[in-house]
């Protein structure tokens, strides 16, 4: 629980200050008033250095899974501190626990559902704005629900990039150890045998044979970069983008954006607002801030997206859409039409993958076995 400061007097009337702790500043009072002290100020003390963990940003399951029950609690009618204080106790998740009692705190405090959510940190701003919008229009609950099957559709569009890229990768790791085994522990050996023949070797061979050294002599060195490559990656948080993944990831952002716009718009969230809030889902950030600016500046959504350089097919439905008052709608069947294209795909590549990968590490391997035994059936001809 967090940790109040407060200032009062106590029972013989001196001045008195300290901190409490309790889960919200009227417990706090409460606590206080038992105690004999009379409060004049109570405000939540600042953390001490290492006292409690930094909250993070909660991840889509946590997302998701907060939205779901609390909807679930409300539409059983009860009131919105009790339903977080059930869920605080049940919940078992270590990361999402402290998020919800330091919420639970923030609203028994008097503060408003969706400034409670922005404060905390642990939740996206498209949360909390819709949150406000909900509370302002008497719909939380249906914006709750709409909020979350808008981050089941984003787990799940980053879950099928995943599992499509899963078997590349694997294919490539396995092959890389497999040719990376023959080359430093099985070509040495054999190399040994080459060189007491004195013979002119063949090109393969040579090739091998450089390979080998160079992979004996800096593999280390080679792993080392790797490793500081992809811990560079995650820390700076870039992606390496897999050409043939380039079209598909496009379009699954787009579909992503559009829904997640759709779904503002329906909460009641201005377009303007809706695009800066969506921006933050697509590696293009930049266009769709432009988009918003032109809408502000007045031009048509449709027209704005044509200057951003939509594809003109995505462009029509929404105007038709803008045209005939219905602009989410349009929204969420672009974003349908991305999902099919993308979905389409990614098994056409899922289905070439395969063979592809298994016929690269035929050819390295075949090639190894070739450069190996083409000196001995050479050597094997002067024999005879």
Request: contains cysteine.
């Amino acid at each position: 629980m967090p940790y109040f400061s407060y200032s009062g007097y106590d029972a013989k009337g001196k001045n008195t200050k300290g901190t409490i702790e309790a889960s919200s500043s009227m417990q706090a009072v409460e606590r206080l008033t038992e105690r004999g002290v009379v409060v004049v100020d109570v405000k939540v003390a600042e953390e001490k250095k290492g006292s409690s963990a930094k909250i993070k940003l909660l991840p889509l399951e946590g997302h998701i899974f907060f939205c779901r029950s609390l909807a679930s609690y409300l539409k059983s009618g009860l009131p919105l501190a009790e339903s977080l204080r059930i869920m605080s106790k049940q919940v078992r998740d270590k990361n999402l626990k402290p998020v919800l009692e330091k919420l639970l705190a923030e609203v028994e405090g008097g503060r408003k559902f969706h400034t409670a959510l922005s404060e905390t940190g642990a939740f996206r701003e498209s949360l909390w704005r819709v949150a406000e919008s909900g509370e302002q229009s008497g719909s939380l609950v249906s914006v709750l629900d709409e909020a979350a099957d808008q981050f089941k559709l984003e787990d799940g569009l980053k879950r099928k990039i995943r599992g499509a890229m899963t078997y590349p990768i694997v294919m490539a790791v396995v092959g890389v150890g497999v040719v990376s085994f023959m080359l430093t522990y099985v070509v040495p050996k054999i190399s040994d045998l080459f060189e007491d023949m004195h013979q002119t070797l063949p090109l393969p061979t040579r090739i091998l044979i450089a390979m080998s050294s160079f992979l004996s002599n800096y593999g280390l060195w080679l792993l080392l970069g790797i490793l500081l490559f992809v811990l560079w990656l995650k820390k700076t948080g870039r992606k390496i983008n897999m050409p043939f993944m380039r079209g598909i990831t496009d379009q699954l952002n787009l579909a992503l954006v559009m829904s997640h716009i759709s779904t503002l718009i329906k909460s009641g969230i201005p377009l303007v607002q809706a695009l800066k809030m969506a921006s933050s889902m697509d590696v293009l950030k930049q266009r769709w801030l432009d988009a918003a600016e032109m809408v502000k500046a007045g031009h048509r959504f449709d027209k704005a997206l044509e200057k951003i350089g939509m594809p003109e097919e995505t462009v029509a439905v929404i105007r038709v859409g803008e045209m005939g008052g219905d602009l989410s709608g349009a929204l969420d069947n672009v974003s349908n039409q991305c999902r099919e294209f993308a979905q389409s795909r990614m098994e056409k590549v899922s289905t070439l993958m395969e063979p592809i990968m298994v016929l690269s590490l035929g050819v390295s391997v075949g090639f190894i076995v070739l450069a190996i035994l083409t000196p001995v059936f050479d050597l094997a001809g002067i024999v005879r």
